[in-house]
């Protein structure tokens, strides 16, 4: 009889407690899927593969002005397991390389191009102080905005934290 | 002979504690009469006990904020072509303005709007005022501040460095706290509604005022603290679940304003109840959706694809309710500005959904990945939430504020010039997308240097005419506000008076007990 009228019973009929209480459901079983296995599980370790890098204090104070001026809101640090990612390293990224990195700047789109290998490209600490301070002075169609208000010590941070983005094997 | 145990009974304990529970009740509710009252009475603008009030003044800010984070969108759209563009003052740098753009838009634009939607909604269908006005009101007020001030702080640099959640803690904190304040008012009125079936938007805001502290709360908290792909992993859960809160909140506002605007039934409560548990099963899954091909755990990638191709579920349950509910009546649209927008918005929204489902399958990610392709999600998503906004607000201000809606027909020029306007920076930013993927992919076959600093130039100049594009696109979505908010303001000045839309009908007070006759 009463499994009769539930299933008889109109969907809408549910209180604010089923409601509530599958969405946390939801929630719940997404997060433990989605987050709690996957930080805590072994595989990410296993397959991390690459070394994370070391910064010293110079490319540290770069790498937060890095963070500060949002370079990553344009610019990725991820090689991608793709044909058109191919020339830009030997291999793809790997979840290692990030290991000691927060926040961990991978980005989400490249309105300029990728600098997870910036540093093997371009060795040379001065060129970065002088495309940082106006970057369509160096490349003429650079579509990227100049970066005047920095000052020269800030500059040299930002530069010797680029050069410190390298993809070579040893 | 014993004598018989039948002497006084020991109370129960349920009625101990009924008594105490009565006698605490009415402690607080002296100190409420003699103490508090008297205080908030000297505050009545801050603190209004009117109905709608808190409505009115989520609805004011919200538009506010709207023409805030467009501007901000124009700026920072004219700046992708020069770059120059206002770079000179390091608070108006594109990094630091693009963080700002975004989270005016989500907090002050869309969840204000919705925070608006929920307080005049949600008692309008429960038959019950809400809780508290006067805590309602005052989320809005400090709603606004948290987000002015957070705004503030990603223009000086204090970003947390995590895309989708640059707030630094303290605004998140803060945040989380309006949030649980917006909970706390709407699940405490939807307990004692009067209605005792729950209305489908209801579920649709229970569904959102809870899952959006939770996944907000934790991933912004949390993610700081985790390293590398961990961290990418604890993001994207708080990203998705954000965004899924603010979608729940429009969808709901749809399924009100559709049919009290048209004067339809909705097609199907059924239809739309499956939609909620379908898009709320979903999205907990999607957090890796922007970061396929990306360095973290392929499978989680995987499942991110699969259940962003299952939220096209619930967007076919809404398209085909509203195709249900208008099918003989499409007609309305014409003559009905609020429901013009909402099925506009829909429209948008559902166009969105299907974008994100293609656009993250592996093989289109191996073209369109980390390309401008996203921004279009994004602005069919967001644009089609603002346009379910501004088609609440449509409906609802002329009849909290009592005057009939200025001018209809300048509605439907903001609705031409909003779709118009949005359809270009979709298109033109999705094409781009695809022709920066293929520019990439010719730059390996030909083994020139496109995809690094040196040959960049060449996807920049191919996808210019695409910013430009975009530029115009984004100046009629501004124009079409500017029309929005001088026909608000006219309503409020020169609209004729109609009948105050109260969300309650009155009741009669009831006789206070051993009152003399």
């Known amino acids: 009889m009463i499994r009769r009228r539930s299933l008889r019973g109109e969907l809408g009929a549910a209180g604010p407690g089923a409601v509530i209480g599958g969405t946390i459901a939801c929630l719940v079983l997404g997060f433990v899927v989605t987050v709690l296995l996957p930080i805590t599980g072994e595989s990410t370790a296993a397959e991390a593969g690459a070394e994370p890098r070391e910064y010293d204090a110079q490319a540290l104070a770069g790498r937060a002005l890095y963070i500060r001026e949002s370079c990553f809101a344009c610019h990725t640090q991820t090689v991608r397991d793709a044909f058109s990612d191919s020339l830009l390293s030997a291999a793809p990224s790997e979840a290692g390389l990030y290991d000691n990195e927060a926040p961990n700047l991978i980005g989400v789109i490249r309105l300029g191009p990728d600098l997870s290998c910036v540093g093997d490209r371009q060795d040379d600490p001065d060129w970065y102080v002088r495309h940082l301070r106006d970057p369509s002075a160096v490349r003429a169609e650079s579509a990227m905005p100049p970066f005047d208000y920095l000052s020269t010590q800030e500059l040299r941070a930002l530069a010797s934290y680029l050069l410190r983005l390298t993809c070579e094997v040893g | ?517």
């Open chain 2, 1 to 517: 002979m014993p004598p018989k145990k039948q002497a006084v009974r020991p109370p129960k304990l349920k009625d101990v504690m009924r008594a105490r529970q009565a006698e605490m009740k009415a402690r607080v509710e002296r100190i409420r009469n003699n103490l508090i009252e008297p205080i908030l009475a000297r505050f009545p603008g801050m603190l209004p006990t009117k109905p709608d009030s808190a409505a009115k003044y989520a609805m004011v800010s919200s538009t506010i904020w709207f023409v805030v984070g467009l501007l901000l969108a124009l700026v920072l759209a004219i700046k992708l072509v020069v770059p120059g563009f206002l770079s000179q003052f390091s608070f108006l740098s594109y990094g630091r303005l693009a963080a700002a753009e975004a989270a005016v838009m989500a907090w002050g634009v869309l969840f204000t709007g919705f925070v608006a939607a929920m307080f005049a909604v949600v008692p309008r269908v429960t038959g019950t005022k809400l809780w508290s006005e006067r805590i309602g009101a005052q989320t809005v007020i400090l709603h606004d501040q948290v987000v002015a001030v957070g705004i503030v702080m990603l223009l000086l640099g204090r970003t947390q460095g995590i895309s989708g959640l640059e707030f630094p803690w303290p605004i998140d904190l803060l945040l989380l706290n309006v949030m649980l304040m917006v909970a706390q008012n709407v699940i405490a009125t939807v307990a004692r509604r009067a209605e005792k079936r729950l209305a489908v938007p209801l579920w649709y805001y229970l569904g959102a005022v809870v899952g959006m502290p939770l996944t907000y709360g934790f991933g912004n908290l949390a993610a700081p603290y985790f390293y590398g792909v961990d961290q990418q992993i604890v993001a994207g859960f708080a990203v998705a679940g954000t965004g899924a809160g603010l979608v729940m909140m429009g969808v709901g506002t749809a399924y009100y304003v559709l049919p009290r605007a048209t004067g339809l039934p909705i097609y199907s409560d059924r239809l739309a109840i499956m939609g909620f548990w379908s898009f709320v099963f979903a999205t907990p899954w999607v957090g890796q959706l922007w970061s396929v091909l990306g360095p973290g755990p392929d499978y989680l990638e995987t499942v991110a694809i699969t259940f962003s191709g299952w939220l096209i579920i619930p967007a076919l349950c809404v398209f085909a309710n509203f195709w249900g509910t208008m099918r003989d009546a499409w007609g309305k649209l014409f003559s009905e500005p609020a429901a013009r927008f909402i099925i506009g918005g829909t429209a948008f929204l559902v166009f969105g959904s299907l974008h994100l489902a293609f656009g993250s399958l592996r093989s289109v990610q191996n073209v369109v990945g980390f390309t401008t392709w996203p921004i279009g999600t994004e602005t069919a998503l967001a644009g089609g939430l603002g346009m379910i906004l501004i088609g609440l607000v449509y409906h609802l201000f002329p009849r909290i504020i009592g005057r009939a809606l200025f001018s209809a027909k300048w509605a439907a020029k903001q609705f031409w010039l909003t779709v118009v306007g949005l359809a270009t920076v979709v298109v033109s930013m999705s094409v781009a997308g695809v022709v920066q993927g293929y520019l990439q992919i010719a730059g390996v076959q030909t083994e020139q240097t496109i995809t690094t600093g040196e040959g960049w130039h060449v996807i920049s100049l191919a996808i210019k005419p695409a910013f430009i594009l975009r530029i115009g696109g984004g100046a009629l979505v501004v124009i079409g506000l500017l029309v929005f908010v001088r026909n608000l303001i006219n309503t409020v000045v020169n609209g004729e008076d109609i009948e105050i839309e109260v969300p309650v009908a009155a009741e009669p007070e009831p006789e206070p007990v051993g009152a003399p006759a």
